[in-house]
């Protein structure tokens, strides 16, 4: 197998080299690389195509030899020295290798780091959502959720099977475009432990047209991403025709 090469621009290895590498099934290692560029951890690759060892084209990511170090930390920690191994063999001119145990250290750095973005994120949602609570609270407190109504549990559960959206991407439909609807009132949560707290609620026909309306205007970057101005990162979405 040959590193791929691109005259305007760095070396990259294929989504399939790297599943021969970690002796893994490439469709696992796709899906391994689409998470991680969903969630920002490395840069979205571009897609090509090659052959397999029976003649077969195959669509594969193409990935630079620095996300291909995040790759393989993710999936297969023990092989960090073969995918080293890998690049000096591949590179055409002098460049400084770093050494298994500098590229294993960098590698598990980034998806530290990454891991503590993902944590600091769902601080600011929760803080955001204690604060919506507060500003929304000025009606009744009800002590049953409303017929037609839905809490984002049920929101979240519901929309995943009809756009194929995740969940980070429902709630920053749900937080931060301007016609995200509105609660439809605050409900008491009755469990003994939530110590008498409340959640908001939301009009499940709102919700619905809010959804609609996002999809509508997301544009495709790929067969399976799109993007979207109010949500800061490529996501998947299966599109309903």
């Not at 630079?64 to 297969?76: F, I, K, M, T």
């Not at 920690?77 to 690049?87: C, G, I, K, S």
């Not at 780091?113 to 009606?139: G, W, Y």
Request: glycine share 4%; hydrophobic share 40%; proline share 5%.
């Amino acid at each position: 197998m040959n590193v791929l090469a691109n005259t305007a621009g760095p070396l990259r290895m294929s989504s399939q080299e790297i599943a021969y590498l970690l002796e893994k099934r490439h469709d696992k290692v796709k899906q391994s690389i689409g998470r991680l560029a969903e969630r920002g951890t490395i840069k979205h690759p571009p897609l090509g195509e090659v052959k397999n060892r029976l003649s077969q084209r195959v669509e594969v990511y193409l990935i630079n030899e620095r996300d291909s170090y995040v790759v393989v930390a993710q999936l297969s920690p023990e092989f960090t020295a073969r995918l080293v191994d890998y690049w000096q063999e591949h590179k055409n001119q002098q460049a400084q290798i770093p050494t298994t145990a500098e590229a294993f250290a960098q590698a598990f750095r980034m998806l530290a780091d990454a891991e503590q973005r993902d944590a600091l994120r769902e601080q600011r949602l929760n803080l955001i959502d204690a604060k919506v609570v507060r500003i929304e609270t000025a009606q009744t407190v009800l002590r049953a959720r409303p017929a037609n109504s839905e809490s984002i549990v049920h929101i979240r559960n519901r929309v995943r099977r009809l756009f194929g959206l995740s969940d980070a991407t429902i709630d920053a439909v749900m937080r931060q475009t301007p016609y995200a609807p509105k609660p439809a009132g605050m409900v008491r949560n009755e469990h003994a432990e939530a110590e008498g707290s409340t959640y908001a609620v939301f009009w499940t026909k709102d919700v619905t047209a809010t959804f609609e309306r996002f999809a509508a205007e997301c544009k495709p970057v790929s067969k399976q991403y799109f993007e979207h101005p109010y949500v800061g990162s490529r996501f998947k979405m299966a599109r309903r025709e």
